[in-house]
């Protein structure tokens, strides 16, 4: 099986409620009001096909595109869709002098998601069964109700809906502005709501320094947070060893790392609970996979960053992945993928990744 052609097609997703990255009302300056989606389709000799899919929040789509097709399709036409790592290590090699990690390897992501794609259509199953089908449906947790500038009342209110279909908690993004205290009253207005089941994360995306994140983690077990995540810079080593050894809250990182050794470090440490990994900072689901088998090899739970649309498939095939995230931003882009059944988050039974573009929505978002 050899792969033939690869396009590349661009598409601005609007954000609107309730899935905008900052849901005040009007936006704040330089908060992005669309996704910018690349999308990646392949064709192979024996008919088999494949789509892949990355996405921008803010610049950078227009040069997303531009290396798929100029650089990165290149390097995978004429090859075996199924040589996954070879290819992976062959685009990591294409960019060596320049640097893999950022749009780089956003565009690749695209290509890489195809490629697994392609490969579980061939086999005729799932992706989730092809990486190995540990479970038929995965717990989930709402990744985009609690986002910056949203205050508690609303993040609850655009939460409900998917806790009604079984969603076992939400992701509250913290750290955005200047007062801390503002976070620590909106998280425990959101967990309050929530009521004592929910399972509640605290996300700062590395915005605190040290003592900042220990004051926070001795509130966040008072009131019971399940996870801090990305409290501090990943840089900071030192701090994650100390925040370890003083924190009975878990601490996850990984949401801002663009390199698998990062990972491995984190979880050799043994300063961290759970990783998370996105796919479209590292490249893809080649990655992803060997982040995940290094985390499993320790005792550390993965969870991957948004994009439930593979997502599912990571949690539904790999026993080191607890739950999904689950936002709701291409949901109209797509038909197929993911589906909410008897409280939980099912990856389509279609082989591959399930997902085909709905022509009508992708005409009006499509970027010529």
Known sequence: MKITRLSADRFRVPLGKPARVSLSDPAPAGAPAALDVTLVSLETDTGTTGLGLTYTLGPGGAAVRALVETELAPLVIGSDPRDTDRLFSRAENRFRATGFNGLAARAYCAIDVALWDAKARAAGVSLAKYLGGAKPATPFVVSDAAVSGRDA????????????????????????GTDVQADADRVRAIQDGLGEDAWVAAAADSRFDLSTALALVHFFED????????????????????LARLAEVPISVGAQFDTRDAFFQVIRAGAVR??????????????VLKVAAAAEAYHVAVQPVRLPEVGVHLACGLPSVPHADYVGWLRDLFT??????????????????????NEETATKWRVV
């Open 153 to 176: 009342a609303d993040a609850l209110k655009a939460a409900k809906p998917l806790l009604k279909q079984g969603a076992t908690g939400v992701r509250v993004e913290i750290g955005a």
């Open 223 to 242: 009131v019971g947070v399940d996870v801090f995540e990305d409290p501090i810079p990943a840089s900071d080593t030192v701090g994650y060893e100390k």
């Open 274 to 287: 759970s990783v998370r990994p996105d796919p479209c900072r590292l490249g893809g689901v080649t990655p």
């Open 336 to 357: 197929g993928g993911p589906a909410f059944e008897n409280g939980k988050l099912q990856p389509s039974a279609e082989p591959g990744l399930g997902l085909s573009l």
